[in-house]
């Protein structure tokens, strides 16, 4: 399966702004790259990548006054198959887990699972597998929050997600985190790209987030928000939470005047025959004379 990812964001400054974007394919992401899944930028911007604890590719760059827009667009081909199932994977006693993994049990600035302990405990206790219990939790955060883009807050905590009851993607995955932290099953938050590939069409496109637990041996994808194993995910940044996964962060004032992502499935077709179709895009046409990538 081919899949054509891509986003358009422009951002206007006041005065330059030194900023880290975290806007490109993940280096573990599954699949084969046909073209650079990395942000492009106007000629003469500059950007120095740089990859932190994660994994996570980062370019460094300093917004000029006035707008700068950054974008990409390239494809990936994909096997095609939903998120793995796999309901025999056991939850491991802490003291057999790898050392970098225990990491992933502590709490973190989004996910507070101390706060959630008792609660968690009482809520879902051991059951006749690792992934049984985190499918309980998907389940409960997914009938438990209301989501609505209007509900965002940057700072919103798991224990207030909880507490208030909706909230965007992010919350959804940052209450699963917690709560399975909290009965001692490792967590770490995900997000990328997510088209609407094999479900019917749910709007205009936009990053997702998800999260992975460690069951059974290895990581595994899952998603309370939908709570049904997607096909075309796109692994971009992945972290304790949010903090860790920020597409951008700036350090000064700018404001978002466009925002666009794109995540769809291509007809099949050689690598030349994709790079043609990245090319002849109308709104990849008026990016090009952006100039080039990063």
Not at 217 to 225: I, K, L, M, P, S
């Amino acid at each position: 399966m081919l899949i054509r990812i891509g986003f358009e964001i422009a951002l206007t400054a006041p005065a330059p702004v030194p900023s880290i974007v975290a806007l490109s394919t993940h280096p573990d992401a599954p699949g084969r790259l046909i073209g650079s899944g990395k942000p492009r930028s106007p000629a003469g911007l500059g950007m120095t990548e740089s990859w932190d604890i994660f994994g996570n590719v980062k370019h460094r760059l300093t917004l000029p006054a006035g707008e700068t827009r950054l974008w990409s667009d390239c494809a990936v081909e994909q096997d095609g198959l939903p998120d793995a199932v796999v309901p025999e994977a056991v939850q491991h006693p802490v003291e057999d887990l790898p050392m970098a993994v225990t990491q992933f049990l502590k709490p973190s600035r989004y996910c507070d699972s101390d706060a959630l302990m008792d609660f968690a405990w009482a809520q879902f206790p051991a059951g006749p597998s690792g992934w049984d219990r985190v499918q309980r939790i998907c389940d409960f955060v997914h009938g438990h929050i209301q989501f609505g883009y209007h509900h965002g807050r940057s700072d919103r905590t798991a224990s207030q997600a909880l507490a208030e009851g909706r909230g965007v993607c992010r919350d959804y995955a940052h209450l699963a985190v917690a709560l399975c932290r909290a009965v001692n099953i490792p967590a770490r938050y995900a997000s990328g790209y997510l088209g609407d590939i094999g479900v019917p069409y749910a709007g205009p496109g936009d990053f997702c987030a998800w999260f992975e637990a460690y069951i059974g041996g290895r990581w595994y994808t899952f998603d309370a928000r939908y709570n049904v194993p997607r096909i075309g995910r796109v692994l971009m940044v992945r972290g304790f939470d949010a903090g860790d996964a920020a597409m951008m962060t700036s350090f000064g004032s700018n404001r978002m005047t466009l925002f666009r992502v794109w995540c769809e499935e291509m007809p099949a077709m050689s690598d030349a025959e994709v790079m043609d179709q990245l090319e002849r895009r109308p709104e990849a046409e008026a990016l090009l004379n952006l100039d080039t990538a990063a």
